[in-house]
């Protein structure tokens, strides 16, 4: 385990560490409060206004069809709540649960390593909340966890923790969303979310993104996933910002460990967006898929990157980039790498861009629509997130969310 002197020590050394990927952001044009103390008892204190804006994005304040909730405002965490008939559930607030958990900070920055780059050091040195959730061994959660992010204060830094465990033999789906109001000026997401799966454990993690145009976002994932383990990972930003650069990595390292990895991009504006995914098949038979889907439309520039990396003999895993441009100012660039390091492990890949499919196109308007509701009809077909094997009504909820922030996109 190491102590806050080493943690902060590493992280002085990354300081002025640029991103591998991504716009390079310049972190002193950002202030940064430090977390406060402010608590709702429960959500129906929330404002009309944050309501409207945490809906958007998926989260239910009624809690009617959730078995838990969190809730955070810029670095303030303000609701974590379980519904009293669900059992084997925890949702807390990180700090508290530090503080109640002792072997919890084994776990905190075990999986994503504070050095990547500067925004990793950041996140390190400030204070920061975030959620922790926990499902016991064996604890079958049906009903979805839901999470929320919102970033309302302007030119600020929202610094967040997560940390998740699905626990041996359990089952547990989150569904998360990020929201800024479209009003908030030039700001900044950090977010670091470490993801264990124990043996034989499924968790599905499900994140739609609303932010404002002036805002920047630099997740920093990764997952670490045992023996016969699943990991569903299910990412859609369907808004215009500023920038997003993510590039979660899995690390599958039990036999017939399995990961899903599944982004969706609705590019508008002049917004940049580098996302992806990395998986290392370190186990026999690990096996698992990293598919994107990416539409860039006026100014915005989409880069789609896949890795996958076999270092065990019979790993099987799959990379799909898929492209659509609506836009002769826009672009989509799509980088896909696979490494093979053992004998018997295969790995494979496609990647398409292009335009609206001219059969496609006169097909509908053959049915009798026009030009622009078919390519809608299309734009909206090409970024529905069907994911297999999760509850009809969590996949009811997500489909909510995507309709919602697409609404706002388009």
């Not at 925004?119 to 999470?147: C, H, W």
């Not at 539409?295 to 076999?310: F, K």
Request: aromatic residues 6%; proline residues 3%; negative net charge.
């Amino acid at each position: 385990m190491a102590s806050n002197k080493d943690i902060e020590k590493r992280a002085e050394t990354a300081k002025e560490k640029r991103a591998k990927y991504g716009p390079d952001l310049e972190l002193d044009e950002y202030e940064f409060e430090d977390r406060g103390k402010g608590e709702l008892e429960n959500l129906d204190a929330l404002s009309e206004d944050d309501r409207n804006l945490v809906r958007e994005v998926g989260f239910d304040p009624s809690e009617r069809q959730v078995s838990g909730s969190y809730l955070q405002m810029d670095n303030e965490s303000i609701l974590a709540d379980v519904m009293m008939d669900q059992e084997g559930l925890e949702v807390l607030p990180i700090s508290k649960a530090l503080e109640r958990y002792d072997w919890l900070s084994d776990y905190l920055w075990n999986l994503v390593d504070i050095e990547t780059d500067k925004y990793t050091a950041e996140s390190a040195l400030k204070s920061y909340d975030g959620y922790f959730i926990r499902a016991e061994p064996g604890a079958n959660i049906q009903m979805p966890v839901q999470t929320c992010l919102v970033l309302k204060r302007n030119r600020s830094i929202q610094n967040v923790h997560n940390i998740i465990i699905a626990e041996e033999g359990s089952e547990m789906h989150i569904v998360t969303g990020c929201a800024t109001p479209t009003n908030t000026e030039r700001s900044l997401h950090l977010g670091i979310s470490e993801f264990y799966v124990k043996p034989h454990a499924k968790l599905s993690f499900t994140m739609v993104h609303k932010w404002s145009e002036q805002t920047d976002v630099r997740p920093r994932s990764a997952a670490l996933v045992e023996k016969h383990g699943v990991f569903l990972s299910n990412y859609a930003i369907l808004s215009p910002l500023k920038s997003i650069q993510t590039f979660p990595k899995v690390r599958l390292n039990g036999v017939h460990a399995k990961a899903d990895l599944n982004s969706v991009v609705y590019g508008t504006k002049n917004s940049h967006y580098d996302v992806g995914g990395a998986l290392s098949l370190e186990a026999p038979r690990a096996n698992g898929k990293v598919l994107s889907r990416s539409i860039a439309t006026e100014q915005s520039h989409v880069t789609a990157r896949g890795d996958l990396i076999g270092l065990s003999d019979g790993t099987k895993a799959r990379l799909e980039c898929d492209g659509l441009l609506l836009s002769d100012e826009a672009s989509i660039k799509a980088v896909p790498q696979l490494q093979a390091r053992a004998e018997g492990s295969e790995l494979s890949h496609e990647a398409t861009v292009g335009k609206v499919g001219e059969e496609q196109l006169s097909y509908l308007m053959s049915r009798g629509l026009d030009e622009e509701t078919a390519t809608s009809l299309i734009v909206s077909g090409f970024v529905h997130l069907d994911i297999p094997d999760l509850p009809d009504e969590l996949q009811a909820s997500i489909d909510q969310a995507v309709e919602m922030s697409l609404k706002g996109g388009m």
